[in-house]
């Protein structure tokens, strides 16, 4: 069974950082594009980060620009979203998400931001 395994979520206060890791022991992240989506309550699922299987090229929605990083460690088989200057509005269920043929989504880790 393929399992994405997501960690790292937490309560943080306004402009704190928090580092999400994404891990699996099915799927060689190397290989394909793994990306990040996130969930707030009542809100529609949104796409936050991607890193691709080509180069490890990074591409990021605009409302993350500049603070989220998306970042692979290939030897740990890990991808790990470190998010910094953290707002009220980034407070989320945040997914990791690959596409093998089939598209496979983690269980979510709960970022809280608020003070």
């Known amino acids: 069974e393929v399992q994405l395994v997501e960690s790292g979520g937490g309560l943080v206060q306004p402009g704190g950082s928090l580092r999400l890791s994404c891990a699996s022991s099915?799927?060689?992240?190397?290989?394909?594009?793994v990306s990040w989506y996130r969930q707030g309550s009542g809100k529609e699922r949104e796409w936050v980060a991607s890193?691709?299987?080509?180069?490890?090229?990074?591409n990021y929605a605009d409302s993350v620009k500049g603070r989220f990083t998306i970042s692979r460690d290939n030897a740990k088989n890990t991808v790990y979203l470190q998010m910094n200057s953290l707002k009220p509005e980034d407070t989320a269920v945040y997914y990791c998400?690959?596409?093998?043929?089939?598209?496979?989504w983690g269980q979510g880790t709960q970022v809280t931001v608020s003070s």
């Open positions: 998400h690959v596409v093998r043929g089939v598209v496979y």
């Open positions: 099915a799927i060689t992240f190397s290989n394909y594009d």
């Open positions: 890193i691709f299987r080509l180069g490890g090229t990074t």
